[in-house]
Nanobody
Framework: QVQLVESGGGLVQPGGSARLSCVVS???????????MGWYRQAPGKEREFLAS???????YYGPSVKGRFTISRANARNTVYLQMNSLQPEDTAVYYC??????WGWGKGTVVTVSS
């Protein structure tokens, strides 16, 4: 069974940065590497929002709310996808998740990012 474990969240001051990681287990490296992976977030009272995706070879794509501030990357050898977040603002406060873009696996617990002074 595929498991997604997100980490790296926490309390960040406005204007600060954070780097999220997502480790995918329960699937082979070849399956991970051939899937386009994405990052999503869900703020309180809102629907889950697509943020960014990355294929192999790396071809990142960003949603309008994070373009220019967030950077997605992946390490296929580690079955891991990352999200570098810069210039964080209070409206970035949410639970952050990763999953494959097509035919999502079961969702992980996510990692909470709180942007506040």
């Amino acid at each position: 069974q595929v498991q997604l474990v997100e980490s790296g969240g926490g309390l960040v001051q406005p204007g600060g940065s954070a780097r999220l990681s997502c480790v995918v287990s329960g699937t082979s490296g070849s399956i991970f590497s051939t899937n386009t992976m994405g990052w999503y977030r869900q703020a309180p009272g809102k629907e889950r929002e697509f943020l960014a995706s990355i294929s192999t070879p790396a071809s990142p794509y960003y949603g309008p709310s994070v373009k220019g501030r967030f950077t997605i990357s992946r390490a296929n050898a580690r079955n891991t996808v990352y999200l570098q977040m810069n210039s964080l603002q209070p409206e970035d406060t949410a639970v952050y998740y990763c999953n494959r873009l097509a035919r999502p696996w079961g969702w992980g617990k996510g990692t909470v990012v709180t942007v506040s002074s």
